[in-house]
């Protein structure tokens, strides 16, 4: 077959088209042996070849002497080709969409889900007119009107209807004797239900034209063209809950994912398209309550065997089957989860169900299939837990035999030990259950409508397969958490390593990228936790408990000429080592001051004092105190923490000769005892250094990683970018269509009390509260004046605030966040909830998930009411989908 492609594009001088794709004539997608273009005309390209295959995709590429400066979006051209024909192609350059979201999984495996044509009409001579069109709705179709008998004389009931070849591409094929002159003609998106166009293209009527007659022989004129449709405002609802707070009658005493299609018949019943969760992978550290914690995960890949859906996997022994369930009956009925007992009851089972059904299973292709894809972290994953489990510990440092990871010996290893062999085969057997379940999940949601959202931790155990396998990859020296937030006062402290980004660059942040990949498995959405971190992470020092001694990495930290130049005294010593002053002791520690004057410290001047060895670090101070809970021990260790935290400036770990100021050291006891003049000084530099001094770099640091990540799945993005946001973070998430996370009672703008709804940006998730907050009725009793302010001035009601926030309240809070332009309304199911008197829970503060301020909070939130009796809550299914439909969410 012979291919003419002609395409208008400006160039500069110097500067030519090339094309390359997926013949061996087009290079076989090798950038390096694209074809170069003729210019034929100003802005006019064209290029001949011929092509023996029955299909042929290809794109664009712009080169300035021959380096490649500009390519076209992903989705490639397509063309299924007629042997012995010649394909004569009208072209237009692919651009970025402006809604990049309309071509991510959810949409094209879901919401404008078309099935594939396989075969079109074929005629001698024909015109093909290939549309770009991702604007069509499940349940609607793309059709064509025109000026003449053969385009329907303008009738939409004789209008021509294109065939959707692959997602967001419609053809139609017409035998080109039959437009024998030019003829006007227009698209439109027709509904199939209401036999209605529900959109006409917008701009001028097209002009289709005769095929010429210098085209000999058998040939098909190919016109592509994009439909005009300016901005489509779609918007859609949806619900967050971990899939561990879900109950169900089938549930093992905790969510699991076969009570996820139970979520996706609520979520469809009531007009919602999202259902969003908390991470899911295995956590499994110490097989204790401390586990429950979803974002200490010890493989980025493994999905955390408690999740299983065991009634989904019933065993052959009837008695032993009903033994187990009469166990999960009793964790099942229990208000919250009882991690522990759930579970050793679901490693009990998976044993069971082994012994039962596991060597077949790991026979069969569909297993071996799933094995050779996932070798890769599965076989490691399994060592890891195995040998955790062996040695009591996950720190693979304190491991006896393979605390080095060595995947030559650890084959040999498994391969002679039975022991070792069985489990390892008893894990790779329980991902396999697992993947298959959620693959299900999703495929199910998909026929419903609906999508799940992930949720992608930002960090990773420093006791994980990760960190064993590919220690270079992290600083382990070190470790991460969150600055001073509404959170927290001193900050957050989760342990995790950071990255050692200059490593995982070299192979394209590959990592990233295939745990990206992973996630798309089970995701059409996700969440990027603290997307911040990748601009920048908080770094704190692994003698440190609480977050206020970190700093911003990587940074332009402070020399000590900078510092001086902004017209501040620098004494190192009194500046970055703990500023103990006799004077504010009595302030701290009460009656005991003494005490620790004798105990504590020791003096270094006249009424200075510096911390003793046994507890000059928050890690010595919690060892300390290890095991003491009573009042004046817990006030004794927190004070002492406190004076770990009196510097104004934080020494950089990898450049020790410069400096980062301590955030929020305006509150401490160290700036206050500076002058005036030093107080206006550090002030200035402190405001410039967080606020100024890194916009642009982070930026670029932000840019090196992230669009890389994005653009390796078809997942929709979405970023927390919640907390101390630089000014660098809206623009890139903008330039990226990025969506962001938006709460109405955390606004991003300074000295403002509420965020403005009606003013939300369209490429956001607007929620009225997430798991590290109370839900809307248990904040309303958080800070009795600001819930007065946000009555009066947000809600617009007059008068006292009620001392609940009643049914109603609830259902206006709600109704305002459908209202807001975000693209996105994804709210708790507690504030769903909080509409219903009869169906919210008693208790508001148990609805609680998270306590961003206890370090080691027991995950176990769980709802009151089984998905059964939410389904069969007729009235207020129909009052949340009325809600919706009137907001405009689809």
């Known amino acids: 077959m012979k291919i003419r492609l002609h395409i208008t594009y400006n160039t500069n001088w110097g500067q030519a088209l090339y094309v390359f794709g997926s013949t061996s004539s087009l290079g076989n997608w090798d950038e390096d042996k694209a074809l170069e273009m003729t210019c034929v005309a100003p802005s006019k390209w064209f290029i001949e070849f011929d092509s023996e295959d029955d299909s042929v995709e290809y794109q664009y590429l712009l080169k300035d002497n021959g380096r490649t400066v500009n390519r076209e979006w992903n989705n490639p051209h397509f063309l299924k080709l007629e042997a012995g024909k010649t394909f004569e192609v009208q072209d237009v350059w692919y651009s970025a969409p402006q809604q990049k979201f309309l071509y991510t999984s959810g949409f094209s495996q879901s919401f404008f889900m078309h099935e594939a044509t396989e075969k079109l009409k074929s005629y001698k001579r024909s015109i093909l007119l290939n549309v770009n069109c991702p604007y069509v709705k499940k349940g609607q179709s793309l059709l064509l009107c025109g000026a003449s008998e053969v385009l329907g004389d303008w009738k939409v009931e004789k209008a ?44 001028f009527n097209r002009v289709l034209n005769p095929l010429s007659k210098d085209i000999k022989g058998d040939a098909v004129k190919v016109e592509s063209i994009e439909y005009w449709y300016g901005w489509m405002d779609w918007k859609a609802a949806g619900v967050a809950i971990p899939v561990f707070s879900l109950r169900s009658h089938d549930s ?96 009990s089972y998976l044993e069971s169900l082994f012994k039962e059904s596991g060597r077949t299973v790991l026979k069969s292709k569909e297993y071996l299939g799933f094995y050779t894809e996932n070798e ?169 408990v609480q977050g206020l001694l970190g700093y911003f990495s990587p940074a332009l930290p402070l020399s000590a000429d900078e510092i001086r130049a902004s017209g501040m005294w620098f004494d190192e010593y009194r500046m970055t080592r703990p500023f103990i002053h006799e004077a504010f002791l009595k302030e701290v520690f009460g009656e005991y001051a003494q005490e620790v004057i004798d105990k504590y410290l020791r003096p270094v001047a006249w009424q200075l004092f510096e911390l003793n060895d046994i507890c000059d670090t928050q890690v010595k101070i919690k060892a300390l105190f290890a095991g003491e809970t009573d009042a004046k021990s817990a006030k004794l260790r927190d004070g002492l923490y406190g004076l770990c935290n009196e510097v104004l400036f934080i020494r950089d770990k990898r450049n020790p000769d410069k400096y980062h100021p301590r955030i929020t050291a305006q509150y401490s006891y160290s700036y206050k005892y500076l002058d005036e003049g030093e107080k ?134 709600l109704q305002n966040h459908l209202n807001s332009p975000s693209m996105l309304a994804i709210l708790p199911l507690q504030d769903w909830l909080s509409m219903d008197d009869k169906l919210k829970r008693t208790d508001a503060e148990e609805e609680r998930i998270n306590i961003p301020a206890i370090s080691q909070h027991y995950w176990r939130y769980r709802m009151h009411l089984s998905l059964e009796d939410l389904i069969d809550a007729a009235e207020f299914n129909e009052k949340i989908k009325s809600m919706i439909t009137s907001s405009g969410r689809n």
Not at 163 to 186: D, F, I
Not at 325 to 347: F, G, P, R, S, T
Not at 401 to 409: A, G, I, M
């Open 376 to 544: 890769e972290w599965l076989f490691p994953y399994a060592c890891f837990s195995y040998l955790r489990d062996k040695y009591s510990t996950a720190d693979f440092r304190l491991w006896k035999q393979h605390s080095t990871f060595d995947l030559k010996k650890l084959k040999t290893f498994v391969s002679k030990n039975r022991e070792a062999k069985e489990a390892v085969e008893l894990l790779c057997f329980t991902q396999y259950l697992l993947f298959q379940q959620l693959v299900n999940v999703k495929e199910y949601a998909h026929q419903h409508n609906v999508v799940l959202k992930g949720d992608i931790p930002i960090g990773v155990s420093r006791n994980s397969v990760e960190a064993w396998v590919e220690p270079h990859l992290f600083n382990l020296d070190v470790q991460t958490g969150a600055p001073p937030d509404d959170f927290s006062f001193f900050g957050q402290n989760w342990g995790f390593p950071t990255y050692n980004w200059e490593e995982m660059a070299k192979d394209g942040y590959q990592w990233w990228v295939k745990r990206f990949r992973k996630m798309a498995d089970y995701f059409d959405a996700y969440r990027i936790d603290h997307i911040l971190g990748f601009f920048r992470i908080w770094e704190i020092p692994l003698s440190s």
């Open 160 to 203: 021509l209807h294109l065939l959707p070849v692959r997602y967001g591409v419609w053809q139609l094929v017409l035998n080109a004797t039959s437009v024998k002159v030019p003829v006007e003609y227009k698209l439109a998106i027709y509904d199939n239900a209401s036999q209605a166009v529900v959109h006409w293209e917008e701009g």
């Open 252 to 347: 093992f005493g905790i969510g699991e994912f076969s009570d996820l299609k139970k979520m996706v018949d609520w979520a469809a019943a009531t007009g919602q398209k999202f259902i969003q969760v908390l991470p899911i992978n295995d956590t499994i550290n110490t097989h204790t309550w401390i586990d429950s914690y979803p974002y200490n995960a010890i493989s980025i890949y493994a999905l955390h065997p408690v999740y299983l859906g065991l009634h989904e996997y019933p065993l052959k022994d009837k008695i032993q089957f009903d033994q187990y369930k009469a166990e999960a009956a009793e964790l099942n009925v229990l208000q919250e989860i009882d991690y522990e007992k759930v579970l050793a009851l679901k490693q």
């Open 680 to 813: 206006y000084a550090f002030n200035r530099l402190y405001n410039d250094f967080f606020y100024n001094r890194h916009n642009q770099y982070w930026r670029d640091q932000a840019m090196k990683k992230l669009p890389t990540l994005i653009s390796s799945t078809s997942m929709l993005v979405c970023g927390e970018d919640l907390g101390m946001v630089p000014d660098s973070v809206p623009s890139v998430m903008s330039e990226l269509q990025i969506l962001s996370l938006e709460i109405e009672r955390m606004p991003k703008q300074r000295e403002v009390l509420f965020n403005s709804l009606p003013n939300l940006p369209y490429l956001s998730v607007c929620t009225t509260s997430t798991h590290d907050m109370a839900p809307i009725r248990a904040w309303w009793h958080e800070n009795r004046e600001l819930t007065q302010k946000y009555y009066n001035h947000v809600l617009w009601k007059q008068g006292p605030a009620p001392t609940d926030c009643t049914a109603d309240l609830c259902c206006q809070i």
